[in-house]
């Protein structure tokens, strides 16, 4: 029931940028766009998150489209330890619900 | 400042016991969720719970399966009679308000014999 469409899986080589897609055409106007990644073994972590405007932080960019309706997390030099699952989704600015799908499986070559 | 606590980080079980599954949230956070992650899927969410109260249950089956967050003490997510299809890593996460990020412990894996 997740309301993002990410791809299956995606290729990178090390210390390359990585552009990670996610499409959310319906999204509303008070849905954020979060993103969490899932190591191997581990419990997901936050990554980034945001509503209009493009954001950055130590981990990551998130570009977001003029339209809202899609938006692209951006590892500026990926690591061989970015390799993970990386889960696109929208949570209403003042819910608690945050469904996780399928994400998008990130493979990092040296 | 520790994480979100999850233990025990491994459990095996028989057909028909039951399982226990303790999580310790951050300090000073009251909201608390449960997933569930079936071997090469996806997390599905079980429930999400404030002190004392169980605010959404409806990705947890209704029968064999409950949970709770006392005023004292760690949330529990409790399986009675457990089944092979029981078998999943179990994730808690818990938020310090209702809206913002969550924090996820390393899980519990439960197998089921």
């Known amino acids: 029931d997740a309301k993002t469409t990410q791809p299956n899986s995606m290729e990178s080589n090390e210390e390359e940028p990585v552009h990670l897609p996610c499409n959310h055409s319906t999204i509303s106007g008070t849905d954020y766009i979060h993103w969490y990644r899932q190591l191997p073994s581990q419990g997901p972590e936050y990554v980034i998150h945001g509503l209009t405007s493009n954001v950055n932080n130590r981990m990551a960019s998130l570009a977001i489209a003029e339209d809202r309706k899609s938006s692209t997390l951006i590892l500026h030099r990926a690591t061989l330890r970015d390799a993970a699952v990386y889960y696109c989704i929208l949570r209403d600015f003042n819910d608690y619900d945050m469904r996780f799908g399928a994400g998008t499986r990130l493979t990092v070559k040296p | 400042n520790a994480g979100v606590m999850q233990n025990p980080r491994h459990l095996v079980r028989r057909r028909g016991q039951e399982a226990r599954l303790r999580c310790s949230p951050m300090?000073?956070?009251?909201?608390v969720y449960w997933y569930r992650q079936l071997p090469e899927e996806g997390l599905k969410f079980m429930v999400y719970?404030?002190?004392?109260?169980?605010?959404?249950e409806s990705g947890m089956p209704k029968e064999r399966f409950s949970a709770e967050f006392p005023k004292e003490g760690p949330s529990i997510l409790r399986i009675q009679q457990v089944v092979r299809g029981d078998s999943a890593a179990y994730f808690c996460?818990?938020?310090?308000?209702?809206?913002?990020?969550?924090?996820f412990g390393s899980g519990t894996q439960l197998s089921v014999l």
């Open positions: 996460a818990s938020s310090l308000t209702v809206n913002e990020k969550l924090f």
């Open positions: 300090k000073g956070h009251s909201h």
């Open positions: 719970l404030q002190k004392e109260n169980i605010i959404d």
